[in-house]
Nanobody
Framework: QVQLVESGGGLVQGGGSLRLSCAAS????????MDWYRQAPGLQRELVAA???????NYADSVKGRFTISRDNAKNTVYLQMDSLKPEDTAVYYC??????????????WGQGIQVTVSS
């Protein structure tokens, strides 16, 4: 199995910044794609940002220019730097990763979610 643990959420004023981290652990051989999703109350979970192992990135239109996803392959960790935060960014943020782990199998794993609240 692969476990994902998120950290870095909290309450911030509009215009402020937060940095989320997500560390993967387990009998990992290699972690491939890593993503951040979010889910606001009453809404569907949506993809916020994604990054491949090679560093290619993809962002939701709503966060382009404000959020930056990055990763440290040596630490099996993905980050989400969130700047110029808006109240509409308020949501539970989830880390997601696809990883090859022992016994040799691809695991599609989710973190437990972390709350981000942006006040106006």
């Amino acid at each position: 199995q692969v476990q994902l643990v998120e950290s870095g959420g909290g309450l911030v004023q509009g215009g402020g910044s937060l940095r989320l981290s997500c560390a993967a652990s387990g009998r990992i051989v290699i972690v491939n794609d890593m993503d951040w999703y979010r889910q606001a109350p009453g809404l569907q979970r949506e993809l916020v940002a994604a990054i491949t192992r090679g560093g290619s990135t993809n962002y939701a239109d709503s966060v382009k220019g404000r959020f930056t996803i990055s990763r440290d392959n040596a630490k099996n960790t993905v980050y989400l730097q969130m700047d110029s935060l808006k109240p509409e960014d308020t949501a539970v943020y989830y880390c997601h990763a696809k990883a090859l782990s022992m016994p040799l199998q691809v695991y599609d794993s989710w973190g437990q979610g972390i709350q981000v609240t942006v006040s106006s």
